[in-house]
């Protein structure tokens, strides 16, 4: 097992690691490269993202060792490339990209190799020409404006103070505490601890600011003009007066990317060799010349960590980090509209919280009202966060004036419409093509599960949101039923009134991690729910994407075995592992994968119950209670049978519209005998991977008239109800904390986008058909997936 200590520890600028010879760097990258013995059970599966970071650490403090690192990785994929050994180009250009950022300097030859390479990935097929598209336009930019990634990235990161770049972007750790209890809360905890004290030394923003002014100095004007030891200590003894010098850089650089910078006259060159100059020449009396360059490693970016709790709200939480943004500070125009918010939705209130009116008897005029007037809200209003709402807005107002509550915007504008629209084109650009039934009574839509940005087919330029919210989950599938319940919520808020949206971007990741008392298996060729495996999303994403798997899935055992070395060994050197990877995930991560979000809707066998509706990402249970007990044994001795023999259980009637490959989809009624069912919408392998739900009985039902005897039903439209008086079990994303009982029967469905209900409410009356799209709608994507971002998307 490879280990992890201080020893190559990030150190401040100016000190250089030893070097590392390239025949080293070159078997300390073929050790990283995912292989097909990967996906098989093995001692060195959970070392892969370990040995990635620790290359990483060889080249990060000396800038001989990263330029090494970049030749050596674009002659490997060049004769990846003439080898056609497709599975190394995603892995290699990631690590050469992360390598770019922190370089130095690097020639221009150089740039030039890597940009011809990533060109010639347009004409491969997806994913690698989405890729290799999004990294040629990096690489182009940064070719003829050095520097600039590694400017935004810490720029954004790092919330630094400027008025050219006003991104910001946060991280925002989400641990299932089902999960993460005992040891693997403080060692988590303590990562990210020494991670945000800065072992690279940056602990202020000034030392943000002179390791930008460092690179990007050293990166446009290179060793032929550049000293960079004298630049870094006359950085450090300028002390405040480094801030003016920082504002000129980034004004230089963005100025250059709104000119369309082409490299004709030498402007950004001239311009940084003269502040060069001034700094250099204001501490050093000698000659001005060149020498070697120095390494600005890449801090972590600033990151939350909380434990999922019942109480955290994700909505609050980003609406909180979006007021106190200092960059918010200069969007005066949102002041007003932030004022309206807080009268309209109080952040405290669940978006799912019913709503009470208060019916008014008074004239409205003051004059008018008794002196003894009691401005205490109505006794129906029982539920204890409105009443705490009520009583601090009385206490803050003055007695003797009338009081007016938060009103609620009923009818959304249409510019809000408008907005939501936009969103989702954004994010759905297959949707233009229009959302009808396809020629033939055949479904428009195909069974492939959609991933990767597809920025050749959006025709839909980005809206510029200001700030990217960036948001991890850890755990197993219970954690990412609660992501997608959550941000259904979240859109059914932003639906109702509009605030984030166009405001706040968000990405979500995920970070695979099993119960400790559960062995941690790596992702098999044939993924079975049916053993057990608590992190079916998780396995799923490492079987179309090896790079995740080498990465992210291995993060999960890795973290079960920092918990137990920091038991036994509590004082033992500290290096930030967990977050050096997120870090990593967060950055080259950005090719999404697509989930369908389920609605049920769940009826009670109690009459006095009102019906509940509820969502689900990757597995549903039905489970009858009475025969809890016996299901498994029945279930074996239903194989073992030649199933000519009665079947046990409850009959149960299902109406379903059944999937075929072909689109043309038939509705089938059946019943059958079962003592429960299983609703994946995840893939139980790669041959049967189709963007639907499965449904398995725990017995094969036998051939009827009535019954086609079918042992799995895919469908994305289900009714189940029992025919008996009984009830059944029902388990949402194997959360206990999800189960409702006493059931009747639920109706499945994919969840639609409270962002299409708006629109289609508002197109509704210039249509007499109500069933028909109107309007704007029928560009928009009807149904809510949940993007989890990958390194690769999905690789056939």
Known sequence: MAHWDSSSSMEPTGACSP????????????????????????????????????????????????????????????KAERWDSRKSIIPLLHTLMHAIIQTAYIPDELYKRVYDFCKRLLTYPQPYCTVGLSYTRQIKTERFIPGLMYQRMITAEQKLKNE??????????????????????????????????????????????RSVVQHSIQAALGPQHCHGPKLAQALRDMGQEVEPYFQEV????EQCVEEGYRGEGGMLNSRLQQLYSEIVSDSNAEPLCGGPMCDCPIPNPEMSFYLWTEDLDI???????????????????????????????????????????????????????????????????????????????????????????????????????MA???????????????????????????????????????????????????????????VVGRL???????????????????????????????????????????LNQSTGDSCTLGSYLSNVDPWYNSNINSLGGMIHKMAKLQEMNPERPKDPFISDVIAYYVRSGQQPVYFNIYFVKITFNSMTKDPVEDVF????????????????????????????????????????????????DVDVGISARTTGAQINAIPSSEAE?????????????????????????????????????????????????????????????????????????????????????????????????LPVNTFAGIIN
Not at 250 to 253: E, K, R
């Open 617 to 664: 990402l990757t597995n549903l249970e039905i489970e009858f209670p009475e025969f809890k007990h016996i299901a498994a044994s029945m279930k074996d001795k239903h194989k073992r049978s030649s199933g000519s023999g009665e079947v046990c259980g409850v009959v149960i009637s299902m109406n379903y519209r059944k999937m075929t490959l072909s689109g043309r």
């Open 315 to 417: 909505w609050r939480e980003l609406s909180k980090w979006f007021r106190s943004s200092s960059v918010s500070e200069h969007f005066s125009s949102f002041s007003q509209e932030q004022e309206d918010f807080e009268l309209g939705e109080s952040p405290f209130t669940p978006a799912d919280m019913p709503r009470f009116s208060i019916m008014s008897n008074d004239s409205g005029i003051e004059k008018d009202l008794p002196p003894s007037s009691d401005f205490s809200p109505s006794t129906s209003l029982d539920n204890p966060c409105i009443i705490s709402a009520w009583e601090q807005c009385k206490n803050e107002q003055d007695s003797s004036r009338l009081l007016r509550r938060g009103g609620i915007k009923l009818k959304p504008t249409a510019k809000d419409g």
């Open 19 to 78: 070097t590392v010879p390239e025949s080293e760097l070159y078997r300390s990258l073929q050790a990283v490269l995912p292989r097909c013995t990967d996906q098989q059970p093995g001692p060195d599966w959970c070392n892969k993202g370990m040995l990635r970071w620790t290359l990483h650490k060889k080249v990060q403090n000396n800038p001989a060792n990263s330029l090494s690192l970049l030749w050596v990785l674009i002659k490997e994929l060049e």
């Open 689 to 785: 991977d189709l963007n639907c739900l499965t449904l398995t009985l725990n017995e094969t039902p036998s051939k009827t008239k009535g019954s086609s005897g079918e042992s799995k039903i895919r469908t994305s439209n289900i009714k189940i109800r029992t025919l008996e008086r009984r009830s059944f079990t029902l388990t949402l994303d194997k959360d206990s904390r999800r189960i409702y009982k006493h059931v009747q029967s639920i109706e499945i469905s994919p969840c639609l986008d409270p962002g299409y209900c708006v629109q289609k409410s508002m197109g509704s009356k210039f249509c007499t058909d109500g069933a028909r799209d109107a309007g704007l709608s029928k560009y928009m994507s009807k149904t809510l997936p």
């Open 164 to 209: 050219h770049y006003p991104f910001q972007e946060r991280v925002f750790v989400l641990a299932d505490p089902e999960v993460f209890s005992g040891s693997l809360i403080p060692a988590v905890v303590e990562d990210f601890e020494v991670s945000a004290l800065g072992s690279a030394g940056f602990q202020s923003p000034l030392e943000h600011m």
């Open 420 to 478: 939501l629209m936009q969103d989702t084109l954004e994010d759905n650009p297959s949707a233009a093509s229009g959302g009808g039934p396809g020629k033939g009574g055949r479904r428009a839509a195909t069974l492939q599960r959609r991933a990767g940005m597809s920025m050749m087919e959006n025709h839909f330029p980005k809206q510029q949101r200001h700030f990217i919210a960036k948001i991890v989950v850890m755990g197993d599938d219970r």
């Open 484 to 526: 997608a319940k959550a941000y259904y919520f979240y859109r059914k808020r932003e639906a109702r009134r509009l605030f984030l949206t166009m405001r706040v971007s968000l990405q979500f990741y995920y970070i695979p991690v099993c119960p400790a008392q559960l062995p941690v298996s790596p992702v098999t060729v044939n």
């Open 250 to 253: 980034l004004a230089t650089l």
